[in-house]
């Protein structure tokens, strides 16, 4: 009896989760002004972005980055749809800020000089 | 003597490319017409980062100033990638977004930045503090200018007021593409104000289901370029998602008034018109919008509209449809 209320329980959540994602589904047929904008400045042969497929592949991606699972919905939900293809195809040239600097030795004395010189700002922020 | 002069050119070359002067940038009287000689936005917070993250610290900075709440150590589960040691500018977009507020990208030259403080915005801004091929990126806010000293204060990394001259100022965020952006109150119209940039920017919010705050940038954009047929566009695609497909159909028909070519109208009215049984009517807008449609990214979204109004059946005589 507790297994059958259990199943049963399962079943309705299960239902009530996908319907979380039901209205995009309703509203599919009418067009956002994004798309319209998008529309009118891109070029022709770009075809409209796949949300779903670009969400997964921006999902993996992410992830391998080490971010949270239970952060990435959060994190995928103020991207537009050409947002989250352009972060998809472009991640690993996109730009991070974060103040990294990876180089060592002869690398590091340019710099140096660089700084020195003003072409480069890089340890003026360090107090 | 070869090598000297070897030297002495290399030298010279890496000051060249410095902008080493201790002349202030000059700029055109038109550029800082209207400009005060120095604005400092003394009240912006400041929060100093944690090692990598000053894209969760940048845009705390930038968002409590427009009154939205979020501190840096929030904020980094949403924005920093830790694969990648930084954060990534759309990130930062996008977390504004889920805040309610509008972001809007600054014009790309230090004017531009500069009315947008004189106007009481912060700028956050992407510079590159190393060069190019070895690039060190990094996120900080503009929070005031010094004209007559050819200066700018910044909240930067662990400086609360980093005093900067805007010639190496310039040099870094040259290397930045000039990337910049100001958090607004939805409602709230940026200094230097471009149509296109500020709508697209509601419309990003309509997209990610921010309604409200998209419906409010909507209506001041409205008010401002009445003549322009996207914020009109926008309201009735707002009034849509909220259900209320009335005003939505009103809306599209004044869209319609304002831009006879527009496509997205004539889509969403046709979807509109077929549900609620004006049928032939429906069918006009449908055959309007595959027309204009054709060769552009709408053509298969206005394909399925055609296809949802063949199949709908025309309602009796209760129904009063547009003419």
Redesign the interface.
Known sequence: MMGLLRTLLVQILAVALLSVGSPIVVQAEVIGTLAGIESAQRDADLARVNRALASEQAREQLQALGVDQAQMEVRLAGLTDSELSTLADKLEQAPAGGDVLAVIGVVFVVLLILEAVGVIDIFKKFP | MRRLALAGAV?FL??A????TLNPPHFAPEETAGLPAQAELTQVPFFPQKE????PA?LATVLRSSGAAGLPNELA??V????????????L??????RDRLTYEVSKDLPSVMHQVAAGSPVLV??????TP??????AVVVGYDLDAGTLVLR????ER?V?GMR?FM??WNR?QRWGFVVLEPGQLPADAQL?RY??A???L????KLDAAGRAYARAHEQWPQSA?PQ??LA?VS??RGDRQAAEGGYLTTLELDPR???AH??LA?ILSDRGCVSQARAHADRAAAL?K????E???A??AQ?VAGATTAGSGVSCPP
């Open positions: 030298w890496l000051i490319q410095s902008g080493c990598h993250q000053c894209g940048a589960n949403e920093y990638l830790p694969g990648r040691k930084g954060s990534l500018q759309v990130e977009i996008a977390a504004a977004r889920l992407m510079q590159n503090l190393g060069i070895i690039p060190i990126w990094h996120y930067s990394g662990t400086t980093r900067m190496r040099s870094t930045a296109d709508v697209a509601a419309a990003a309509e997209a990610v289901g996207w566009l926008g695609n849509y998602r527009n496509v997205v889509n969403n979807e449609a060769g552009t990214t709408l298969a979204a206005v399925t509209t949802h």
